[in-house]
């Protein structure tokens, strides 16, 4: 049995010569600010780390955002600025990071001197003091922005590099006596082409004894405030809007980041005194830390890294362009993302239906089969013939052209009292989010690990769907060997997944899992929905299908998601609710189909086949061909136009300004009569600006005048419970 170090790594000295590298010259009016809207047209300047000429400060700048740092007598950021709006964020310094280690409170960097915290005027900075027991600057390194995870790609993307850019590193050495040994890192990565920065620490300890560290803040902002309440709490008052936060921290079984968010904590200031708020609960301190990691030892010789802080600049409070822009993010730091390969969902009783799917897949030009929950396949059967059977039949669905992936059970489940996740206020196996769970730092837990990584080194699958683990279960067991007690329990738990996850990645296996886990290199989660809706008539099914692909991507890409269209019968509902037989209900078989494909978003198709006639497999190749046709502008970027309410047309709008075919609607009519609409349709992130040439389905071009909101005025007529599909260049 192998244990892997759970979230220690050693470390390896790094050469931090005192400001050794040579960094050009900041020249403000050399670089201006840029205002194109990077959502419509890329931005041709290169990030960079500049040097002001009196060597006092850093500036980290790429056209869309500047990040000043003045680095004398310590670091402090004295300038975080939106260059596309000439918005400041800041109103006040505050510390770059805060560690508390064996139940002591230490600043790293940070000036002092402020007094009015409204606002930060950069004259007053001269006067600014360093304190001698914070953590003190050292040197700085710059390089290129580096891959965070080593990641293949084998499947179909519309890209599937990293972003680019520059990363510093602040070193940090100890100024408190009872830290001697402990270095600090505060590492920040500027992005190519978008508003971003992401920032995180490492904290090496080069002494010879253990630190427990109790908390660990990688970011702190005073920022500008965006209400002006003077009665109100912090709770009710609106939070800073001009910036998007996001951490590989999160889970919650939400489906969506902003309920998922582990991390983001925004506090008041009490030392902001001339704030409106009588009471001074603004909430304007932004700190950003983990709830429930404290008690993390690190031994000499360790080194301890901590989440990575995404901080997006938003330009606008309109809803589809901050969605947009966190959608364009995860295809710079998590590229993995657009992956977006055509998958069933078999549920197989015997080899043999494993096979004739294959077939059927390979036959209608899928590209994937998951043998899903309740199939016949056992990963956690470690004999030599288990896996010997499937590496065969990977084999055969390799020589088909298609992938195969396999579906695993982690949490939701009991094992057993000795590896259950032990409830801290009973002491007893229980308290997990689904009653009981497995312990990943268990002893079973490192074995499902190992297992897992087996399994697919010796079978060569493709596709891991991972049930499980679920939203930050922890641990009071003082036995279990991945982690120490309560206190570090969930820490490590996340970072024994995060290893694994990282594991797959590297080998080019695509991951299904069912939390935000994306940053950290899980493909897709449900794009959410409710398992019981899918035992409603299937007229019933459609429309909340809709409504799901609707709500579902307004922050994720719709290679993010997956849904669901079970073939038999699932949960009840009778033949109302079933496709089986599929050559009794081609139309709803094809129209919940368009609707999947027609919003680029793969769908779980789960039954023992995806056709029975002749005529089902003609339906379900016209799907697929055309789907292929279209699939790089049905893999773009959603416009939202209607949602689905079964009273009149819906539709979306997928935008692309870099293809040809710039944009394409999916529209359509619930209703039993024929419908015809004239509607405003917004172009603007098509990119295009004067005219569009406007194709229904494959029709003649009409060539439309776009108005002065980039918007045109568009008439269509759809048949009764029908759709259609219009292309845009």
């Given at each position: 049995?192998?244990?892997?170090?759970?979230?220690?790594?050693?470390?390896?000295?790094?050469?931090?010569?005192?400001?050794?590298?040579?960094?050009?010259?900041?020249?403000?009016?050399?670089?201006?600010?840029?205002?194109?809207?990077?959502?419509?047209?890329?931005?041709?300047?290169?990030?960079?780390?500049?040097?002001?000429?009196?060597?006092?400060?850093?500036?980290?700048?790429?056209?869309?955002?500047?990040?000043?740092?003045?680095?004398?007598?310590?670091?402090?950021?004295?300038?975080?600025?939106?260059?596309?709006?000439?918005?400041?964020?800041?109103?006040?310094?505050?510390?770059?990071?805060?560690?508390?280690?064996?139940?002591?409170?230490?600043?790293?960097?940070?000036?002092?001197?402020?007094?009015?915290?409204?606002?930060?005027?950069?004259?007053?900075?001269?006067?600014?003091?360093?304190?001698?027991?914070?953590?003190?600057?050292?040197?700085?390194?710059?390089?290129?922005?580096?891959?965070?995870?080593?990641?293949?790609?084998?499947?179909w993307s519309p890209g599937t590099k990293y972003g680019t850019g520059k990363a510093i590193s602040f070193l940090f050495k100890a100024g408190a006596p009872e830290l001697a040994g402990l270095e600090?890192?505060?590492?920040?990565?500027?992005?190519?082409?978008?508003?971003?920065?992401?920032?995180?620490?490492?904290?090496?300890?080069?002494?010879?004894?253990?630190?427990?560290?109790?908390?660990?803040?990688?970011?702190?902002?005073?920022?500008?405030?965006?209400?002006?309440?003077?009665?109100?709490?912090?709770?009710?008052?609106?939070?800073?809007?001009?910036?998007?936060?996001?951490?590989?921290?999160?889970?919650?079984?939400?489906?969506?980041?902003?309920?998922?968010?582990?991390?983001?904590?925004?506090?008041?200031?009490?030392?902001?005194?001339?704030?409106?708020?009588?009471?001074?609960?603004?909430?304007?301190?932004?700190?950003?830390?983990?709830?429930?990691?404290?008690?993390?030892?690190?031994?000499?010789?360790?080194?301890?890294?901590?989440?990575?802080?995404?901080?997006?600049?938003?330009?606008?409070?309109?809803?589809?362009?901050?969605?947009?822009?966190?959608?364009?993010?995860?295809?710079?730091?998590?590229?993995?993302?657009?992956?977006?390969?055509?998958?069933?969902?078999?549920?197989?009783?015997?080899?043999?239906?494993?096979?004739?799917?294959?077939?059927?897949?390979?036959?209608?030009?899928?590209?994937?089969?998951?043998?899903?929950?309740?199939?016949?396949?056992?990963?956690?059967?470690?004999?030599?013939?288990?896996?010997?059977?499937?590496?065969?039949?990977?084999?055969?669905?390799?020589?088909?052209?298609?992938?195969?992936?396999?579906?695993?059970?982690?949490?939701?489940?009991?094992?057993?009292?000795?590896?259950?996740?032990?409830?801290?206020?009973?002491?007893?196996?229980?308290?997990?989010?689904?009653?009981?769970?497995?312990?990943?730092?268990?002893?079973?837990?490192?074995?499902?690990?190992?297992?897992?990584?087996?399994?697919?080194?010796?079978?060569?699958?493709?596709?891991?769907?991972?049930?499980?683990?679920?939203?930050?279960?922890?641990?009071?067991?003082?036995?279990?060997?991945?982690?120490?007690?309560?206190?570090?329990?969930?820490?490590?738990?996340?970072?024994?997944?995060?290893?694994?996850y990282h594991w797959l990645k590297q080998r080019g296996v695509y991951i299904n899992a069912p939390d935000w886990y994306f940053l950290d290199g899980s493909n897709k989660i449900a794009i959410g929905?409710?398992?019981?809706?899918?035992?409603?008539?299937?007229?019933?099914?459609?429309?909340?299908?809709?409504?799901?692909?609707?709500?579902?991507?307004?922050?994720?890409?719709?290679?993010?998601?997956?849904?669901?269209?079970?073939?038999?019968?699932?949960?009840?509902?009778?033949?109302?609710?079933?496709?089986?037989?599929?050559?009794?209900?081609?139309?709803?078989?094809?129209?919940?189909?368009?609707?999947?494909?027609?919003?680029?978003?793969?769908?779980?198709?789960?039954?023992?086949?995806?056709?029975?006639?002749?005529?089902?497999?003609?339906?379900?190749?016209?799907?697929?061909?055309?789907?292929?046709?279209?699939?790089?502008?049905?893999?773009?970027?959603?416009?939202?136009?209607?949602?689905?309410?079964?009273?009149?047309?819906?539709?979306?709008?997928?935008?692309?300004?870099?293809?040809?075919?710039?944009?394409?609607?999916?529209?359509?009519?619930?209703?039993?009569?024929?419908?015809?609409?004239?509607?405003?349709?917004?172009?603007?992130?098509?990119?295009?600006?004067?005219?569009?040439?406007?194709?229904?389905?494959?029709?003649?071009?009409?060539?439309?005048?776009?108005?002065?909101?980039?918007?045109?005025?568009?008439t269509f007529t759809i048949a009764p419970e029908d759709y259609t599909w219009v292309t845009v260049e």
């Open positions: 049995m192998k244990f892997k170090q759970c979230f220690l790594v050693f470390f390896m000295p790094m050469c931090f010569a005192a400001n050794a590298q040579t960094l050009p010259v900041w020249n403000a009016a050399g670089h201006p600010g840029i205002a194109q809207d990077w959502l419509v047209k890329p931005v041709a300047t290169k990030a960079g780390v500049f040097k002001t000429a009196d060597g006092r400060d850093i500036v980290l700048y790429n056209g869309l955002l500047k990040r000043v740092f003045r680095i004398t007598p310590n670091i402090a950021c004295t300038d975080y600025t939106n260059l596309t709006t000439g918005r400041q964020l800041l109103r006040a310094i505050r510390e770059e990071a805060r560690l508390v280690i064996n139940g002591k409170s230490y600043n790293v960097g940070g000036l002092k001197g402020q007094k009015e915290k409204a606002y930060l005027l950069p004259e007053w900075v001269d006067s600014f003091t360093a304190d001698p027991q914070d953590f003190a600057y050292v040197s700085y390194e710059v390089k290129p922005i580096t891959a965070q995870l080593a990641y293949k790609s084998t499947n600090v890192r505060v590492n920040y990565e500027i992005y190519d082409g978008m508003p971003l920065i992401v920032k995180s620490l490492s904290i090496a300890n080069k002494g010879d004894k253990t630190f427990k560290l109790d908390r660990v803040v990688n970011e702190v902002l005073g920022m500008v405030e965006e209400d002006s309440a003077v009665d109100g709490s912090l709770e009710s008052m609106k939070k800073p809007q001009g910036i998007y936060f996001e951490t590989n921290y999160a889970y919650n079984n939400a489906m969506r980041y902003t309920q998922s968010d582990q991390t983001s904590h925004w506090k008041t200031d009490s030392t902001y005194t001339s704030q409106v708020n009588y009471n001074l609960k603004t909430p304007v301190l932004f700190e950003n830390y983990e709830d429930k990691a404290p008690g993390i030892e690190l031994a000499p010789g360790e080194q301890f890294n901590s989440v990575r802080t995404h901080e997006l600049l938003m330009n606008s409070y309109d809803r589809e362009a901050r969605g947009m822009a966190v959608r364009r993010m995860y295809s710079a730091v998590a590229p993995w993302t657009l992956e977006n390969p055509i998958f069933m969902h078999l549920v197989s009783k015997n080899d043999e239906q494993v096979k004739t799917a294959i077939d059927q897949c390979a036959a209608t030009g899928y590209e994937a089969l998951i043998l899903s929950f309740g199939s016949h396949l056992n990963v956690e059967d470690t004999s030599a013939a288990n896996v010997k059977r499937w590496k065969q039949m990977a084999d055969y669905a390799h020589s088909r052209h298609i992938k195969i992936g396999c579906y695993s059970l982690f949490s939701s489940r009991s094992i057993n009292p000795e590896t259950d996740v032990i409830d801290p206020k009973t002491n007893k196996p229980g308290g997990a989010f689904f009653g009981n769970a497995p312990c990943f730092g268990s002893k079973w837990g490192l074995w499902y690990r190992d297992n897992i990584e087996h399994f697919f080194a010796a079978t060569n699958f493709d596709i891991f769907e991972n049930d499980g683990p679920y939203p930050g279960d922890v641990c009071a067991s003082t036995t279990h060997p991945g982690h120490k007690g309560l206190d570090d329990s969930q820490w490590r738990q996340m970072e024994i997944q995060k290893g694994l929905y409710r398992e019981v809706n899918f035992s409603l008539p299937r007229a019933n099914q459609k429309i909340l299908n809709r409504q799901n692909i609707f709500d579902g991507t307004w922050d994720k890409t719709p290679s993010m998601s997956w849904g669901f269209v079970p073939l038999t019968q699932y949960q009840g509902g009778g033949a109302a609710a079933t496709l089986e037989p599929l050559s009794a209900h081609l139309k709803d078989y094809e129209q919940l189909m368009m609707q999947y494909y027609g919003s680029g978003v793969q769908a779980c198709y789960r039954g023992p086949r995806l056709y029975d006639t002749k005529e089902t497999e003609a339906l379900v190749i016209k799907v697929i061909s055309w789907y292929k046709k279209y699939r790089a502008i049905l893999s773009s970027d959603i416009v939202h136009l209607r949602r689905a309410d079964g009273r009149d047309w819906d539709g979306i709008l997928h935008v692309n300004p870099a293809l040809k075919t710039k944009g394409m609607m999916m529209l359509y009519n619930p209703t039993k009569e024929t419908i015809t609409r004239t509607v405003k349709i917004p172009l603007y992130y098509t990119g295009l600006t004067t005219v569009a040439n406007v194709r229904v389905k494959d029709g003649a071009i009409k060539t439309y005048k776009l108005n002065r909101d980039y918007t045109i005025d568009f």
